[in-house]
């Protein structure tokens, strides 16, 4: 994996040591003496992660690491503190600053390595996501940054897997101060509760009765529905080369026996954050996708979409021989209303059109709109006898109730023109055409009326 590790120590000889390790693992190495070098360094994103001394001059690692967390431009960039300070007190004070982890020296090189790989790949995703983003917010979709930036990672749901009652007893006791806690003893039924459950975070000992705690860590990270779920291990001091298998396989963080209270809170928090953060980078990438492909008055799919999915769906009736309809409509008069009205007017006419052919149309079938008063719907499975019988249907649905405008204080009559064309040998192109050239005719009959192209 290749990433580039920020080191921010004051101390030359430290340095030059954390250096030498990362570059033997195939890392890129940058280097800050100070704080404010590490501020500019990852404003300009040239890291993956931070490395961070905590005993520095003029800004200690603490203020460093809380002015990353409150930066929208990089508080998504994982720290990892490597100090000296090894009182529990200090971890969740560098926790509290918003730390990813907390490493006493001297760190062996196996832990250090482990950390800032896990972290990175958790980075690169994080990453992806964010990319995606930005169109969102080109479209002006906000940015979950800002509210990531003020979650205080409370009120989260957690699932613990543990079989000890002294010990999960205690831990749900100082978990629930601050979120919604589940025990699960029984490691056979945690994968089902947890795919069940929709938590914000999975503690799992790995000290397990009879079962691989490592294994149930596998499972929740490779179970769709958990995917994303992240993993708080608990281990004892002798198990740590188990604990790095686990960084490998996606466990997150960890905490060694005996639990300190406020450092379990700490990561607790830290995870529960993070979790959100991704959940609404993933809900924004999902926003901008729908809106790239929906009509934002209408709500119906947009021409981009229609183009792109018409000629996937003529291909499939093609090769199974199934029959296709295309219907293109168009609201009589529209500039009328727009003009006698104005154009809220027209929206509201086009807000009820939309809503009226969705109740008059199947779920498979394909409703969008072209743009202006013009919209289309593909009609898979469907020959023109039955394509004409929905037409009409909704021809006279459209012609029988007026439609209200300006917040229902109005009514006025609306017509359309309905063009039919059946798939047949056409391509989509051809299919389209056709269907226009059935519905220009419509109109020069008199409109409000329906014609089906020639076969």
């Given amino acids: 994996m290749s990433a580039r590790v920020l080191i921010v120590d004051d101390v030359p000889a ?13 890392f890129d190495v940058v280097t800050a003496s100070n704080g404010a070098q590490a501020l500019e360094i990852c404003e300009r994103a040239d ?17 460093v690491c809380r002015r990353l967390k409150t930066n929208p431009a990089t508080h998504f960039i994982p720290v990892v503190m490597v100090t000296a300070l090894d009182q529990p007190a200090d971890r969740v004070r560098g926790l509290d600053a918003g730390a990813d982890d907390f490493l006493t020296k001297p760190v062996s090189d196996t832990v250090l390595i482990a950390r800032v790989r896990s972290l990175t790949r958790l980075k690169m995703m994080t990453d992806e996501l964010r990319m995606r983003a930005v169109t969102s917010h080109e ?6 940054e800002r509210e990531a930036i003020a979650d205080n990672g409370t009120g989260g749901r957690v699932l613990i897997v543990d079989d000890r009652a002294s010990s999960y007893e205690r831990f749900a006791r100082v978990l629930s101060a601050e979120h919604a806690v589940d025990v699960e003893p029984n490691p056979a039924e945690a994968l089902f509760h947890a795919a069940e459950g929709n938590y914000d975070l999975v503690i799992v000992s790995l000290g397990l009765e009879g079962f691989d705690g490592l294994r149930l860590c596998s499972q929740v990270r490779s179970l769709e529905r958990t995917r994303s779920v992240p993993i708080l291990a608990i281990a004892d001091p002798d198990e740590r080369v188990r604990l790095l298998r686990g960084l490998e396989i996606g466990v997150n963080d960890y905490l060694l026996r005996p639990v300190d209270a406020n450092e379990l809170l700490a990561r607790a928090r830290t995870q529960v954050r993070r979790r959100r953060y991704t959940d ?17 008055l209408t709500g119906l799919h947009n021409r981009r979409y229609m183009e792109s999915h018409l000629a996937t769906l003529t291909e499939q009736a093609a090769a199974r021989r199934k029959p296709l309809t295309l219907m293109m409509l168009d609201i009589d008069y529209f500039k009328s209303v727009n003009d006698s009205y104005g ?3 027209g929206d509201d006419v086009l807000r009820e059109f939309a809503t009226r052919i969705r109740k008059s149309i199947r779920g498979i079938d394909l409703a969008c709109r072209l743009g202006g008063e013009e919209f289309v719907v593909v009609m898979p499975e469907t020959d023109m006898g039955i394509a004409a019988t929905v037409a009409e249907r ?4 459209i012609a029988g109730t007026p439609f209200l405008i300006g917040n229902g204080e109005k009514k006025i009559d ?28 419509a109109k020069r009959d008199g409109r409000n009326r329906v014609v ?3 076969a």
Avoid at 14 to 26: G, H, I, K, M, T
Avoid at 139 to 144: K, L, Y
Wanted: hydrophobic share 45%; glycine share 6%; charged share 20%.
């Fill in 47 to 63: 890291c993956d992660i931070v490395l961070l001394d905590v005993m520095m001059p003029d800004m200690d690692g603490f203020e």
């Fill in 280 to 296: 609404h980078l993933r809900d924004t990438m999902q926003l901008s996708v729908e809106m790239a492909i929906t009509d934002s």
């Fill in 14 to 26: 430290n340095v030059r040591l954390l250096e030498a390790r990362l570059s033997a693992e195939y």
């Fill in 343 to 345: 154009h809220d007017a």
């Fill in 139 to 144: 479209i002006g979709i906000q940015g979950p």
């Fill in 414 to 441: 609306v017509t359309i023109s309905i063009g039919l064309a059946a798939l047949g040998s056409a391509n989509a192109h051809d299919l389209l055409k056709r269907a226009d050239q059935a519905l220009y005719q």
């Fill in 394 to 397: 909704l021809r006279r649905c």
């Fill in 452 to 454: 089906a192209a020639a």
